[in-house]
């Protein structure tokens, strides 16, 4: 007797009712119907698709652009049990034969390729082969000009189609807007489509936009004021570093993650945060994929980011367990120029990819005509000062040619120089004293990375030579040459990423075959950002429904806890001055307070705190004293 798909649910995914949509999903899948299903970041995408895979005979082709993002699934179906295989790139000929022969042969139930593998003529000749019961197309948004992460490649996806006409599709995705989703769908070419798509309402959860001239105390007030688990999100990695390290010192425990720090240690900081070991994890949006904490209770956004689909699904990592939970956008005057010059500002021109490629090809001396598969390992920071252009426009036409399929662009964050001192202070100084070539280099280290005495510290090569104004090769042969007499321990890697060339180098034939997507793509950079600058700025509507008509739900309610909603009920209460000023004069008869103290330890708005004290400050009820403290008279 055939398994239902609560069956499957119980047994692999420990689980005994499915999310809101989740099985209606799975049966217009199992029914054999083209599908396209909208949930919000948390809504259990995978198992739409997953599932009626397993209750299907054949094996379930998973199309998905993030390599890490396919690995992590893969790795969770095996631990069900469930034969899952991935194709990274990279793997020689020989075996990439071998795993399609498994997949034809072995029983497997899900293959995870990215779109620019598909294709490949040898892995469309296996696909023939296979007996598939399902194309699932994850990060869908992916095909859209239109989308939050435009992927050009993606879009010949629809190859599997003409390989298998008659097996269904599922796309998903967890933001798109209507324009989207109908671009989507005519890409794949779907067949009387069923969208199944879940609101983005949250009726738990607030967002809140604040203006502050002082973000950092901010998030103190928050942090104070709801004591659960959270997330504060930045938008580069020394301020995720600078920011952790702030809280820490004010007496919070927080730890920081970016994409620059190295696998085993997100695994542990990850842990330390979902066991509550430590309460805030700071974090750039590289923390993103698989977090399933539930009773997160504030996300912050130190800064604004780059799109509303990105605040959107950081956002909503508050509040899954349906209590009460807030989403801070925290903005200055400078956010405006911050974002411009971060996002806008670096966008590469045609002219920019066309250098950018022909000196990438000349740098690994590929001929006109050859080049395709050859793997190269590189290092960005030496590249960019070879031919001496800008490192953040260079990495944007970097990832443009990624995403376009012309070369695939892999950064290795794990691979790091490192040094320990293996010497005492005085015999390191003593060696310096005879050595003075060498002095300004190790002095330098010195200063700048503590605890090198007692272990194995990341360094920056070239910040070092930087700061001593030397070559970054001087700069690592002094290091070899004190590891050679043992008075250090140096590892030093010599790239940081690797370059896969897709495609023979044609030099201009080949941008200008894709120069028309750069415009488009640069052009929906610039409308995100607009699109998010408005909804800070907007104060004149509830933020909650202003996201939602973004995503195309147009008669959505207020929700009646955001940061209009509840100024706008507080401006229709006349305040109770002498309740508050008896509440301050509580206060200040136990000790003298600033006037943050006193915003943070009073349950009024900010703004008539501020006005009740400048009135009692005004009738010498109360004073500001030498420290800037209230005090009363």
């Not at 119907?33 to 998973?62: H, N, R, W, Y």
């Not at 293959?111 to 699932?136: C, D, G, H, K, T």
């Not at 050859?374 to 990624?402: G, M, P, S, W």
Request: proline share 3%.
């Amino acid at each position: 007797m055939a398994k239902s798909p609560l069956q499957i649910l119980q047994e692999h995914w420990k689980h005994n009712s499915f999310k809101p949509l989740q099985e209606e999903i799975i049966n217009s899948v199992l029914e054999g119907e083209d599908t396209f299903a909208l949930l919000p970041t948390g809504g259990g995408k995978s198992i739409c698709f997953q599932i009626p895979a397993m209750l299907k005979e054949g094996i379930c082709i998973v199309i998905s652009p993030l390599i890490a993002l396919m690995q992590d699934q893969v790795k969770n179906l095996q631990q069900k049990g469930i034969k899952a295989i991935a194709l990274p790139s990279g793997i020689k000929y020989t075996e990439l034969d071998t795993l399609l022969d498994n997949c034809i042969y072995g029983n497997y139930k899900f293959l995870y390729l990215s779109p620019e593998r598909l294709q490949q003529e040898i892995v469309q000749e296996r696909l023939r082969q296979m007996n598939i019961n399902l194309i699932a197309i994850d990060e869908a948004h992916c095909i859209s000009q239109w989308g939050n992460d435009f992927r050009p490649s993606y879009k010949k996806i629809k190859t599997l189609k003409e390989l298998h006409p008659h097996v269904p599709i599922i796309a998903l995705t967890a933001s798109a807007t209507k324009k989207v989703v109908d671009d989507i769908i005519t890409e794949l070419d779907l067949f009387q489509t069923k969208i199944f798509r879940q609101s983005f309402f949250r009726s738990n959860l607030a967002y809140w936009v604040i203006k502050t001239e002082d973000k950092t105390y901010k998030i103190i007030q928050i942090l104070e004021k709801y004591p659960g688990p959270s997330i504060v999100y930045v938008r580069n990695r020394k301020a995720s570093v600078e920011l952790s390290d702030f809280l820490n010192s004010n007496g919070y425990t927080a730890t920081f993650y970016h994409g620059g720090v190295d696998a085993h240690e997100k695994n542990t900081r990850f842990n330390q945060w979902l066991k509550e070991e430590v309460r805030v994890m700071v974090a750039t949006n590289a923390f993103g994929m698989g977090i399933d904490k539930p009773n997160v209770q504030t996300v912050i956004h130190y800064n604004i980011p780059e799109s509303i689909e990105s605040y959107f699904q950081e956002a909503g990592r508050a509040g899954r367990d349906g209590k009460k939970s807030f989403a801070f956008l925290l903005k200055n005057e400078n956010d405006n120029q911050r974002l411009n010059n971060q996002f806008i500002k670096v966008l590469p021109n045609i002219d920019t990819v066309k250098l950018v490629y022909r000196k990438l090809c000349n740098y690994f001396q590929v001929s006109y005509g050859e080049g395709e598969q050859t793997i190269h390992e590189f290092d960005f920071n030496t590249f960019c000062k070879t031919y001496e252009i800008n490192t953040l426009t260079t990495y944007n036409a970097l990832q443009f040619l990624d995403r376009c399929g012309v070369i695939r662009f892999t950064q290795r964050f794990a691979q790091k120089n490192s040094l320990r001192m293996l010497t005492s202070g005085n015999r390191l100084l003593e060696y310096l004293e005879n050595n003075k070539e060498y002095e300004i280099i190790i002095k330098v280290i010195l200063r700048t990375y503590t605890g090198i005495f007692d272990e194995e510290i990341h360094v920056n090569i070239p910040a070092i030579a930087s700061k001593v104004d030397q070559p970054e090769k001087e700069i690592v042969r002094v290091l070899h040459k004190l590891k050679d007499i043992e008075l250090l321990e140096f590892n030093y890697k010599l790239s940081d990423a690797q370059i896969i060339f897709l495609v023979p180098r044609e030099d201009d034939r080949t941008i200008n075959r894709i120069k028309h997507h750069l415009t488009e793509q640069n052009n929906s950079k610039i409308n995100k950002v607009k699109a998010i600058l408005q909804f800070a700025e907007n104060n004149n509507e509830c933020k909650s429904k202003q996201l939602l008509r973004y995503f195309g739900e147009k008669n959505a309610a207020a929700c009646e806890i955001c940061s209009f909603c509840v100024n706008k009920k507080n401006k229709s209460k006349k305040p109770d001055v002498n309740k508050i000023q008896e509440d301050i004069i509580g206060l200040l008869q136990k000790k003298k307070l600033s006037s943050r103290d006193l915003i943070l330890q009073l349950e009024y708005p900010e703004s008539i705190i501020l006005e009740v004290l400048r009135q009692m400050n005004e009738h010498q009820i109360i004073i500001i004293n030498h420290d800037n403290n209230y005090q009363l008279v």
